[in-house]
């Protein structure tokens, strides 16, 4: 594997107190090596799929040396580690010089490997500029492209939301909208526990076992798939009907609820931000996250007063100032408030994005698993 033999390499000469090899150099050393008898088969395999793994090899490094001084924003970068063969999922990443298509027929022509049949989830908007194939733990193959998108704003709308991440449901929007996490998706979680268990009843090596864990990745990507098609529909409704979203930060709202890491929908959440703030910036929509923490669940949005902690099984209350509160649309006011009071301090902050294919919108191929997905709408909005 080239990534690998370009870390090996690398790491190598650190030990003898060598310089780092530099990208150029690392590129020749593995031209060669496939003239080599023994690594001959490297020239069987597209060399822009090598030259890519060493440039994702370079990305590593060069994270790791901005994170080491500082440059890098964000949590440390651990230095590259080995790719290993059995990761459950394996990818190759093909570049527009590496001369991929897609063909009138709909088919995906790859160098090296030939015409492959794609189930499309939706057209193409424009050319791909890159096209990953990624063959995921429960054995389908998936194709993801790189399009560069314009942004397109829609037209302005004077309504914004505030949106509170709940515990009973999956959102509350300060409109008085309750989203709750919809039934097939709380059935297919139950399938996969279902297929956990069976798993764990197994006898490690059998082929009963393996059998069973093949299930299990079936039941996680099935769960996968069915959350990511509903949390697009959810987060493109809030997005087409608002001209601004404000939520509370996670890492922030974390700190006044503890028992979310335990929540069913923890896996959702981050997904459903990140939908919430590329599909925002596509549009020209602001999304603005309520970055302090405050206690959003016991302030009154009518007075501002602060009132009792309350437990868990409180759904309602009412503060003094005689206004009676339904907990979660409370807090979703209090989110939009707080969003409100910050958009005006800093000015919209709306910019441009380079658009990455996200996984949601990635395809499966036809042998894979093979089910149709039922999707309920979110009928609530
Ligand atoms: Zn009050």
């Not at 090899?57 to 230095?79: D, E, Q």
Request: aromatic share 6%; charged share 25%; with cysteine.
């Amino acid at each position: 594997m080239a990534f690998n033999d370009g870390l090996r390499a690398r790491q190598q000469a650190h030990e003898a107190g060598l310089p780092y090899i530099s990208d150029g150099a690392l590129s020749k050393a593995l031209t060669e090596a496939k003239q080599s008898p023994a690594q001959a088969w490297l020239g069987e395999v597209s060399a822009v799929v090598l030259q890519q793994a060493l440039a994702d090899l370079n990305v590593a490094y060069r994270n790791f040396f901005k994170s080491m001084t500082g440059k890098h924003k964000g949590r440390n970068i651990a230095p590259p580690r080995f790719r290993s063969r059995k990761d459950n999922r394996q990818a190759i990443r093909f570049t527009s010089n590496a001369r991929f298509k897609v063909l009138d027929n709909g088919r995906l022509r790859l160098p090296k490997i030939g015409d492959v049949e794609v189930v499309w989830s939706r057209p193409l908007p424009c050319a791909a500029s890159s096209v990953t194939v990624i063959a995921d733990a429960a054995g389908r193959y998936l194709v993801s492209f790189v399009v560069d998108v314009d942004t397109k704003p829609l037209p302005p709308r004077d309504s914004d939301v505030g949106i509170d991440l709940g515990l009973v449901h999956f959102v509350v929007l300060s409109n008085g909208t309750k989203v709750a996490s919809p039934r097939f998706l709380r059935r297919a979680a139950h399938k996969l526990r279902k297929a956990q268990q069976n798993l764990a009843r197994k006898t490690k090596g059998s082929n009963n076992r393996k059998k069973a864990r093949r299930a299990v990745a079936k039941a996680h990507a099935r769960v996968a798939d069915t959350r990511r098609d509903w949390l697009h529909k959810l987060s493109t409704t809030i997005i087409r009907d608002n001209q601004a979203v404000y939520l509370e930060d996670l890492c922030v709202a974390g700190l006044g609820r503890t028992r979310m890491a335990k929540s069913v929908y923890d896996a959702g959440w981050a997904m459903f931000v990140n939908m919430l703030e590329y599909k925002a910036a596509r549009a020209g929509c602001t999304l603005a996250k309520v970055d302090r923490f405050f206690p959003s669940t016991r302030t009154c949005s009518a007075c501002g007063r602060l009132g009792e902690k309350l437990p868990l099984s409180v759904r309602e209350w009412v503060c003094p100032c005689g206004v009676s509160h339904d907990r979660d649309i409370n807090a979703a006011l209090n989110v939009r408030a707080a969003g409100r009071a910050d958009l005006n301090d800093r000015g919209a902050q709306v910019r441009p994005v380079v658009m990455l294919a996200q996984r949601g919108e990635a395809v499966i191929h036809p042998d894979a698993v093979c089910y149709t997905r039922s999707v309920e709408g979110i009928s609530v909005l």
